[in-house]
C-alpha cells in the first residue's frame, strides 16, 4: 500500500546537536511538506518542496533545513539553532500543492 | 494570515449536531478540511471551492461563503468515530501552500 513514512517516532536531541527527521512517500507525489505541531497551534509550515532539487521555507523555517534529492524522501534537519525544538513533526505529501495532502504518524522530538 | 476556527472545542451527545467554522481576514481560493484522531495523522475529508458549493462525506458536510470569506462544516447525527481535532486549512491563490488554522476539539460521548 502506498503511503508515507516518517522515522524515527520518538527523537531526542542534546544541546547543541543537529537531527535529521525522515519522511519517505511512494504515492508518486510532487509535493511534500513539513508541518510542526504544538499544543492549540494547530500546524505550522517549516518547509514545502513543490519538485526535486527545489524547496521554499514557510512561516517558521528558522533553525531547520531541508532537502530533496530524490522525489520519494524529504529529510527535515533540527539544528542546534532552533532554540525551542521540542514538538510534534508531521510530514505530509500531495499531487500538486492544491491537492489534499496525506500525512505520516509523525516524529515526537523532545530535549534531553 | 492563519484563519480562525470556531469554537475552539464543542462536547456532544451521540446523535446531536455540531457546526464548525473557519473564518479569514482574506480572499480564498479553496479551503480544505482535516480531522485528526489523537496519537495520530490528520485525514483529508474535502475541499470546497470558491463558489460557494457544498459538498459532503458521509454524515458530514461543509459550504464555503466566498462573500464571508468563511466555511462551515456541519457534522450531523454525530458517532463516537467523529471525536478529534478538526483543522480547516486555506488556500489564497490555487497554488500557494495551505494555511492551517489552530483546530476544534470535539468529543462525542454516548
Redesign the interface.
Known amino acids: 500500500d502506498g503511503g508515507i513514512t516518517q522515522s524515527p517516532k520518538y527523537l531526542f536531541r542534546k544541546e547543541g546537536q543537529n537531527v535529521t527527521l525522515s519522511c519517505e512517500q511512494n504515492l508518486n507525489h510532487d509535493a511534500m511538506y513539513w508541518y510542526r505541531q504544538d499544543p492549540g497551534q494547530g500546524l505550522r509550515l517549516i518547509y514545502y518542496s513543490q519538485i526535486v532539487n527545489d524547496f521554499q521555507k514557510g512561516d517558521i523555517a528558522e533553525g531547520y533545513s531541508v532537502s530533496r534529492e530524490k522525489k520519494e524522501s524529504f529529510p527535515l534537519t533540527v539544528t542546534s539553532a532552533q532554540k525551542n525544538p521540542t514538538a510534534f513533526y508531521l510530514c505530509a505529501s500531495s499531487r500538486r500543492v492544491q491537492q489534499p495532502q496525506h500525512f505520516g504518524d509523525g516524529t515526537r522530538l523532545s530535549i534531553l | 494570515q492563519?484563519p480562525v476556527q470556531s469554537p475552539q472545542a464543542v462536547i456532544l451527545r451521540e446523535g446531536e449536531d455540531a457546526v464548525i467554522n473557519c473564518s479569514s481576514s482574506k480572499a480564498l481560493?479553496?479551503v480544505?478540511w482535516?480531522r485528526q484522531k489523537h496519537g495520530?495523522?490528520?485525514?483529508?475529508l474535502m475541499?470546497l471551492l470558491k463558489g460557494g458549493e457544498q459538498k459532503g462525506h458521509e454524515k458530514i458536510s461543509a459550504s464555503f461563503n466566498e462573500k464571508k470569506q468563511q466555511s462551515s462544516l456541519y457534522l450531523t447525527a454525530s458517532q463516537l468515530s467523529y471525536s478529534g481535532t478538526y483543522?480547516c486549512?486555506t488556500?489564497r491563490t490555487?497554488?500557494?501552500?495551505?494555511?492551517?488554522?489552530?483546530?476544534t476539539r470535539l468529543s462525542v460521548i454516548a
Open positions: 492563519q481560493y479553496s480544505h482535516y495520530e495523522a490528520p485525514v483529508f475541499i483543522f486549512g488556500d490555487g497554488n500557494t501552500p495551505l494555511v492551517f488554522g489552530k483546530g
